[in-house]
């Protein structure tokens, strides 16, 4: 085993939040369980206003030194160079720097009540040279290593340095040159996203974002608003009904609205999709009301947290269902 160490070091300058101190310099560390590094920061302060005196306010967001290490044990010591060009190392690395810097931010908004305006995200600097390519040492040596081996075909860049995209689930796709007639036609219609579609995709970016139990709400309130549209939205007088039966679930509809009005249920025709919806809305109670997002497996003894495979699962399943309600609703008698 050794101590394996990534060094970062860049400007924060474009990116001035109203973070009020004293002082110079601020050094911070912690240890991130959630990926096992353990993150040292020092923060330099870059004047915000007032004059050269003590009691001078200065933004603590000027320029970032930052190490980031783990242990490791999972390399050839006879190939150091191969820990630093690991393109996924480096992202976890970056990945633990900004929650590190996020948490800081945290602390400013949320305890001090300083009026940040948003979080730090990776491509707010992933520019620089000093965080797209932090220097790497082992056991205090430093890695002579050329560039980072970059990820297969299965993955997409979100801008240089700014990490890759795995292409497996969520619903990605690539656009084929046999496609652009679809996107021709797209374009010539001036067709608008569905709010349905809107939902989806708020929740794919808060699941990028590493934010769970945001993307749980966020694919529930798709699925949701998928299902009542489909249900009511044709109808004004059907709008009204709602309107006055607030308590009507979506649970309900896939199953006894469903059977009355298609002949069939969503439970019967995809029973293994229906299951997913139903533990994609145990979680998104959870997280409603507990704020912790986690549902009980069948035959579980205690609740399972949500996992990245659990929200793939379970997009796929409301897709699915927007498929078939689709079919269903077009099927059905207009009166």
Known sequence: MAQLAALFDFNLEGFQGACLAEGSNLS????????????????SMTAGFGSGDSDVKRYVLGHVNATVSRVVDDF??????????SMQRRYDAQTAVLLALNRVLDFFRYQLRNPIPRELRRWDVHDQPGFYC??????????TYGPGREWG???????????????????ITKLFDGDVSVLQKYLDEGRKPRLFDELLSNAQSAFFDQKIPRATLELALAAEVLVKTSFFGGSPVAYAALETLRSVQVTELLTLGALRAFGVS?????????ANILRLFEARNSVAHRG??????KGAKAAARVTAEDLKNWWDSVLEL???LGIKVAAAPSS
């Not at 969503?266 to 229906?274: G, L, N, V, W």
């Open 28 to 43: 911070v560390a912690c240890r991130l369980s959630a990926t096992q590094f353990e993150v040292e920061l020092r923060l």
């Open 76 to 85: 050839n010591v006879d190939e150091p160079s191969a820990i630093a060009n």
């Open 134 to 143: 932090p220097l790497w040492t082992l056991d205090g040596a430093a890695i």
């Open 153 to 171: 075909p299965g993955a997409v860049s979100m801008g240089q340095g700014s990490g890759f995209i795995d292409l497996k689930g969520f619903g």
């Open 266 to 274: 969503f439970a019967e025709d995809r029973s293994k999709d229906h």
């Open 292 to 297: 912790v997002a986690q549902y009980w497996a």
């Open 322 to 324: 927007d498929g078939w």
